[in-house]
């Protein structure tokens, strides 16, 4: 047997990708990436954002807890806002976008609650 670099220590331990290594030499390693490319773009994509919507919901009711409903109106309706909007798109399967939506949400409400906070701050004697 002539060793022929690492594909045939590959196709000794998997025997049905022998069938593959008769393919010429430059189809093989093309296939591989795209093999590899499909599985990385729809592991990427493939889930909802419940993670990022579950944060987003979580900040905006910390700020209004933290008085932002007050000190910082603009800032808590606009994440409020995109919240909204990230649902809308979470409902319609547009997953990317729901998912953008939702991390600018939750760093809109925890400005507005860090800025709720300052303004309680500087209150206090």
């Known amino acids: 047997m002539t060793v022929q670099g690492p594909l045939v220590t590959v196709a000794s331990v998997l025997p049905f990708l022998q069938g593959f290594l008769h393919l010429p030499r430059i189809i093989l390693p ?11 773009v729809m592991s990427g994509c493939a889930g909802a954002p419940v993670q990022e919507m579950s944060n987003a919901r979580q900040a905006v009711r910390a700020a209004e807890r933290a008085g932002a409903t007050a000190a910082a109106p603009e800032v808590l309706g606009e994440a409020k806002q995109l919240l909204k909007s990230a649902e809308s798109h979470l409902r319609r399967g547009d997953y990317r976008t729901a998912r953008d939506e939702a991390e600018l949400a939750r760093t809109r409400a925890v400005e507005a609650r ?3 906070e300052t303004a309680k701050a500087s209150q206090q004697p």
């Not at 093309?30 to 990385?40: E, Q, R, V």
């Open 114 to 116: 860090s800025l709720a």
């Open 30 to 40: 093309l296939l591989l990436a795209f093999a590899l490319l499909s599985g990385a």
